[in-house]
């Protein structure tokens, strides 16, 4: 703006100072050797190595450069890193940020705008260490490697072949009760991380009313309807392609039972080829003597008005909403929304009871390849008295602007196939009683009017 203006006054003066700025630009252009590889190296080559999953490498300038205009356009709409959460609005601190700052992406954008030049390789960060292939994200990020690993059995999908539901079962190797703190699945294969759409472990109970959860309701459920099924199963954990693990919040978790059994439901996609693919499931449990006392419940917040109810017609825009009353105090512990192919964008926002509105989180560029699965920091985590409804916006774009979108022409109804869809936010949720809750919002308070008193 100034300078258009001076231009307009002083052409002259102008000239002079475009010419100084174009040389300065040159002289502190971004080199990948200095300053473009230590962000590779952070931000990511963990999944841009050979054996990783994404479609090529980033560790070496060769890999890098034929890329350069792919990567300034995917990192400046941060598409990649794989992390869409609107950093405008709602909680904004995680325990599992990946994605670029600012400054890192004017970075990346300033040297390929100056041609991507290699610089001086002297300047080169040390490389990392390569890793395993098929390793859990839990393992990657130091946790340690899990207690217990139950794998299901494998699917042989057939070269081209409808989608499949896989749902074999498989006893819990333990002989007393467990906590677990910690839980991932992964694909059985490395093969598997293309096949394996989404993979769910629900536990299958002896007896045990207090795992199924009661703390939340949208109207009453017709009995012995889906929802009331999975109510009954309550899911150990959801993963999908891009998911990492979900650590339960200090203090909680998910108690497991001898005799238990745990149930799949893999949904198998075939991708040209013969490949056989099953999960696993990896659980990292709380030593003994330091059990937990409250558990942990993964609920899929509806986006939808109606059970298993959408109409979205061809080439078009559409939203659904849904509601969901906390019949308890809850604290939410990461938003990991679902959709299937036209799912465009998500918001989770509450309604306080006295009518007050909160959103809590908002994805506004959606990517079915990425269910990421965005944990919120303990002292982040929101908090909401009983009565709160939670209210799950989402839209949908069925026109051939979505990259993703098989065919545009087609009508698109509820369904569980990839071509069919849905919308829920999964969320982990902790209930709290009226002390616990006072307790917590006191802490917290308390810990807000020190940060401000240590700024001042
Ligand atoms: C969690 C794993 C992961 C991380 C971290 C990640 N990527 Fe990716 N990336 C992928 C996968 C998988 C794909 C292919 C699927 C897709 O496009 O979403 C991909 C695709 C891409 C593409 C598109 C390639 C094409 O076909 O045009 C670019 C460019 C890219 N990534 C750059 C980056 C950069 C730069 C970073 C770090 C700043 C990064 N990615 C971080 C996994 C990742």
């Known amino acids: 703006m100034r300078r258009v203006l001076m231009a307009a ?17 040159t002289a502190a252009a971004p080199t990948f050797s200095k300053d473009i590889a230590p962000i590779f190296q952070a931000k990511c080559q963990a999944c841009h190595q050979p054996n990783s999953i994404a479609p090529m490498s980033l560790i070496s300038f060769a890999e890098s450069r034929p890329w350069a205009r792919s990567i300034k356009n995917r990192v400046s709409t941060r598409q990649m890193p794989p992390w869409h959460i609107d950093q405008s609005v709602g909680v904004q601190k995680f325990q599992n940020d990946m994605s670029l700052t600012q400054k890192q992406i004017d970075t990346i954008v300033a040297w390929v705008d100056a041609g991507a030049p290699q610089g001086d390789p002297k300047d080169l960060p040390k490389p990392l260490p390569l890793s395993n292939d098929n390793e859990w994200q839990g393992v990657k990020d130091g946790f340690g490697p899990p207690d217990i690993v139950v794998k299901s059995s494998e699917y042989k999908m057939p070269a081209n072949h409808q989608d499949v539901w896989y749902r074999p079962s498989n006893d819990l190797p333990i002989t007393e009760p467990r906590w677990v703190r910690m839980v991932e699945i992964r694909p059985s294969n490395l093969k598997a991380r ?10 299958l109970l002896n007896d045990d009313p207090d795992a199924v959860n009661q703390g939340t309701a949208n109207g009453p459920a017709p009995a012995a309807s889906r929802e009331d099924l999975v109510a009954r199963r309550p899911q150990l954990m959801e993963w999908a392609i891009g998911k990492g693990y979900d650590r339960f919040r200090e203090g909680t978790g998910k108690l497991i039972l001898p005799g238990e059994k745990i149930s799949w439901d893999q949904h198998i996609h075939a ?11 990896g659980l990292w449990l709380y030593p003994k003597g330091q059990e937990p006392k409250k558990r942990s419940y993964l609920i899929g917040f509806t986006g ?10 061809p080439n078009s825009l559409s939203f659904t909403e849904g509601f969901t009353v906390l019949k308890e105090n ?8 679902h959709f299937h192919l036209r799912g465009k964008a998500m918001q989770v926002e509450a309604i306080l009871p006295d009518g007050a509105r909160q959103i809590i989180s908002y994805v506004g560029n959606f990517n079915f390849n990425w269910m990421t699965n965005y ?14 409804v939670i209210h799950v916006s989402a839209w949908y774009d069925n026109t051939r602007n979505n990259p993703t979108n098989p065919d545009p022409e087609q009508w698109v109804g509820y369904g ?19 002390a616990e809750y006072k307790a917590l919002l006191a802490e917290r308070k308390a810990k807000t009017t020190t940060e401000r008193d240590q700024k001042q």
Not at 194 to 203: D, F, G, N, P, R
Not at 330 to 337: K, S, V
């Open 9 to 25: 006054s002083f052409g002259g003066v102008i000239l002079f100072a475009a010419a100084a700025s174009a040389q300065t630009s």
């Open 194 to 203: 293309k096949t394996i759409h989404h993979s769910i472990a629900y536990l």
């Open 271 to 281: 991708v040209g080829e013969e490949v056989s693919s099953g999960s696993e499931i």
């Open 304 to 313: 939808l008005r109606e059970r298993g109810f959408l109409d979205i017609p």
């Open 330 to 337: 809850t604290i939410i512990t990461n938003f990991q929304p």
């Open 375 to 388: 944990i919120y920091d303990d002292d982040a985590a929101p908090v909401f008295p009983k009565g709160t």
């Open 416 to 434: 569980d196939r990839t071509v069919d869809e849905m919308a829920h936010a999964w969320m982990n949720v902790v209930y709290l009683d009226d």
